[in-house]
């Protein structure tokens, strides 16, 4: 019997992967290069790997760590793991496609995961098949999960490291599975500076087991504690230790900083830093006004990403109903306490991150469980429907609410997926601009990573700051040339409108629908 239960799950597997791979590699092909700034970023410093210039970058695309100039130190904000991936890509072909497979494997199979929660919450084979194919569709991620970025790959490492804790609640003398969440939380921190939330998760819900242990089984069960710190720190130790290197603190500085923005526009402020004291002075109406906001575009976020709006309902009602069983609550506790908890600390904490794009990026460890749940959620409303209506046949109206619940997440994914933009009309915009350039011009403008991979010039970002502090930046580093366009700060309108012109500033030519070139002339001011 279990010779064939192992045959049919082989088969299920090597089917779903088939079908994921298809799925994603149509998503990939469409993708004739990276398609929006964290994926640029990412790509070109694989790029720079590959060559052999280490972890290093040619760009200045924040100034929050005072960076000493170009090139210099990369991922002292974000974290390197998609950069590895992807390296590792380009060491096999110079080419896009190449640094997209490890990124398509990851999509293709994430399915998998899908497959194994909902086959653990109700042992039915039908319903583990429906949770992998909603996995597949993709949804907001679709469009993002094939090219190098955090998407696909904390979907993995932080979907992962919530199974890992599943399993390790349900059998909390198996070591293994405690190690095996540990490794797979360094790699989500690895990946995202928020992964440092699975650690606390782990922490936690070893803590909240503590209680149901005897005393004669206590050292057995803290040896798991142990071996998934130990499992984290074999991955994160390295990395800790190049952090303290360059800053002398084993985290980032930077990232505390953005807790204490005021406007997202500020990751880009040169000069000036971020603290309690000038949060505070921002004013208590505003910071509330702000929060307000942040929980607004999280509920948002929870509605229309992680529950794939018609799909929330499905999925929030499966998430309640089998949370309360005592033989399924313990395996979704890890899921129970993150999903808040990831919730909460984007909006409350990281508020002006978290609106623009951290949540969606860390909310992609919940894809894989929440489609699980969306499909555990179809057949508790065909069962409550038979309740009510006795001419209802549930094995059959459930096969077929399956196939129909399969086609509208589809055809969602496409909807919503298919309207980002590929950036094409920028990528012409940029060449023409590197053709008016000397080749050894550093370009100030508003997509350092977009503009590096496309042209390979070296690029500091625009500061969100006063014209005079603009040549101060440009002086800086050397910049010899700025481009503008309709997404320059606010503060620079005037500028970009021509109703305020430098005599250290002239307007070069214009190119595409909105990009504007000036020269940076280094004297004067």
């Known amino acids: 019997m279990r010779s064939v239960f192992n045959r049919t799950l082989r088969?299920?597997?090597?089917?779903?992967?088939?079908?994921?791979?298809?799925?994603?590699?149509?998503?990939?092909?469409?993708?004739?290069?990276?398609?929006?700034?964290?994926?640029?970023?990412?790509?070109?410093?694989?790029?720079?790997?590959?060559?052999?210039?280490?972890?290093?970058?040619?760009?200045?695309?924040?100034y929050l760590d005072d960076p000493p100039g170009i090139p210099h130190p990369s991922f002292t904000y974000w974290m390197p793991l998609p950069a590895i991936l992807a390296a590792a890509g380009y060491l096999v072909s110079d080419s896009f496609r190449a640094a997209q497979v490890p990124f398509w494997l990851m999509a293709g199979l994430l399915p998998w995961l899908g497959y194994a929660v909902a086959w653990r919450l109700t042992r039915q084979r039908r319903l583990a098949w429906t949770a992998a194919l909603f996995t597949a569709a993709g949804g907001y991620y679709a469009s993002y999960f094939s090219q190098p970025s955090t998407f696909a790959l904390f979907a993995w490492t932080g979907g992962g490291c919530l199974l890992a804790l599943a399993w390790a609640q349900e059998r909390p003398f198996a070591a293994r599975y405690w190690l095996l969440a540990g490794l797979a939380a360094g790699l989500s921190h690895l990946t995202r500076a928020d992964g440092l939330l699975l650690l606390l998760l782990g922490g936690w819900v070893w803590l909240l087991g503590v209680r149901q242990v005897q005393r004669a089984h206590l050292w057995q069960y803290t040896q798991g504690a142990l071996l998934f710190g130990l499992g984290y720190l074999?991955?994160?130790?390295?990395?800790?230790?190049?952090?303290?290197?360059?800053t002398g603190h084993i985290l980032s500085p930077v990232g505390t900083q953005t807790i204490f923005l005021t406007t997202y526009n500020d990751v880009f402020a040169y000069g000036r830093s971020f603290d309690l004291q000038s949060y505070l002075a921002w004013g208590w109406g505003n910071i509330l006004r702000s929060k307000l906001e942040a929980l607004s575009l999280a509920a948002q976020t929870f509605v229309g990403v992680t529950g794939l709006t018609v799909f929330t309902f499905f999925f929030v009602w499966a998430w309640v109903v089998y949370a309360r069983k005592a033989e399924t609550g313990r395996f979704l506790r890890p899921f129970t306490w993150y999903t808040p908890g990831l919730y909460v600390a984007m909006f409350l904490v990281f508020t002006?991150?978290?609106?623009?794009?951290?949540?969606?990026?860390?909310?992609?460890?919940?894809?894989?469980?929440?489609?699980?749940?969306?499909?555990?959620?179809?057949?508790l409303a065909v069962d409550w429907m038979a309740r009510r209506r006795r001419t209802w046949q549930p094995a059959q109206a459930k096969r077929l609410f399956a196939v129909v619940f399969t086609l509208i997440v589809f055809l969602v994914s496409m909807v919503v997926s298919g309207a980002h933009p590929l950036r094409a009309d920028e990528r012409e915009a940029f060449l023409q601009i590197a053709a008016a350039l000397p080749p050894d011009a550093i370009v100030m403008i508003g997509s350092p990573p977009d503009f590096y991979y496309h042209t390979r010039l070296r690029a500091l970002v625009v500061p969100n700051e006063p014209p005079e502090v603009l040549l101060q930046v440009a002086r800086r580093y050397g910049a010899t040339h700025l481009v503008l366009n309709e997404d320059r700060p606010p503060i620079l309108a005037m500028l970009y409108t021509g109703q305020l012109t430098l005599p250290q500033i002239e307007e070069v030519g214009r190119f595409g629908e909105s990009f504007v070139l000036y020269e940076i002339r280094q004297r004067g001011g």
């Open 352 to 379: 002006f991150p978290g609106q623009r794009g951290s949540l969606l990026h860390s909310s992609s460890a919940l894809w894989p469980w929440s489609m699980a749940l969306a499909a555990c959620g179809v057949d």
């Open 234 to 246: 074999l991955v994160m130790a390295g990395w800790f230790w190049r952090t303290y290197q360059l």
């Open 11 to 62: 088969r299920d597997l090597a089917t779903i992967a088939l079908i994921g791979l298809f799925v994603q590699g149509l998503w990939a092909l469409r993708l004739p290069h990276p398609s929006y700034f964290d994926a640029f970023y990412y790509t070109t410093n694989a790029q720079r790997l590959a060559e052999g210039y280490g972890f290093t970058e040619e760009i200045i695309w924040q």
